[in-house]
């Protein structure tokens, strides 16, 4: 609990000034529900359900760190032992854009993690932008770019 309030004064502090009086259309909101979702998933472990509703098979995962791309099979490999060392503490993530063109979709957000690893208490903020398709009426994300923000707009 005191950890969920500590990571939500820390979203208060790096929200953009005017961020909460944004507005979405109907389809924009469906985004931001189904990314929601999404995160909320992974945060479970459920990793099967996290690939199987969220990810299509054939995404490409690019982890600017990392400086190499990745699909699917291999989160689907490394999950285990990744939630072997990482105990989410809490989660949350600001919406900066999202388009909705037909069956095509992008999101672009600030993902928030407060994360306990290997025992030791972490933070991380990252910029994602996220392409996803809609497939007989599911959203499913086909690429994904992610890079590490500083932790607030001053760094």
């Avoid at 990392?66 to 032992?81: D, E, I, K, T």
């Avoid at 990482?86 to 919406?95: E, K, L, N, P």
């Avoid at 037909?102 to 690893?117: H, R, T």
Wanted: proline share 3%; with cysteine; charged share 20%.
């Amino acid at each position: 609990m005191l950890r969920s309030a500590i990571l939500t004064t820390v979203v208060l502090v790096l929200l953009p000034a005017g961020a909460s009086a944004q507005t979405w259309s109907a389809e924009e909101q469906a985004i931001i529900d189904f990314t929601n979702a999404c995160w909320e998933m992974w945060s479970q472990e459920d990793v099967d359900g996290y690939l199987s509703d969220c990810w299509h098979e054939d995404i490409t995962f690019w982890w600017s760190e990392l400086n190499l791309p990745f699909g699917a099979r291999w989160v689907g490999r490394v999950a285990p032992s990744w939630f072997s060392r990482h105990d989410w503490a809490a989660w949350d993530f600001q919406t900066h854009t999202v388009k909705v063109y037909g069956d095509a979709a992008v999101i672009q957000y600030q993902l928030m993690i407060s994360e306990i690893i290997d025992g030791s208490s972490e933070f991380f903020n990252e910029g994602r932008t996220d392409f996803l398709v809609r497939i007989d009426g599911d959203w499913k994300v086909v690429a994904v770019h992610t890079h590490l923000a500083p932790a607030s707009r001053d760094d």
